[in-house]
């Protein structure tokens, strides 16, 4: 229960700093680059964590 907390934390701070990158990129000479990190970001943030945080577990 704990690592699942300290993931999920953990999870959110590393989200909150790529916010702040798509941000800062937008801001940029080049905000064509935030949008293609954002395309990036919404593709890992479907496919990474719920694999690990939702296993289920099987019991026989």
Known sequence: MQK???FILLFGVV???IILT???LYQSD???LSWISMIAHGL???IF???K???QKTTR
Do not use: D
């Open 4 to 6: 699942t907390i300290l």
């Open 15 to 17: 989200n909150f700093f």
């Open 22 to 24: 798509h941000i800062s």
């Open 30 to 32: 080049t905000p064509k």
């Open 44 to 46: 890992l943030l479907v």
């Open 49 to 51: 964590p719920y694999r």
């Open 53 to 55: 945080i939702f296993k």
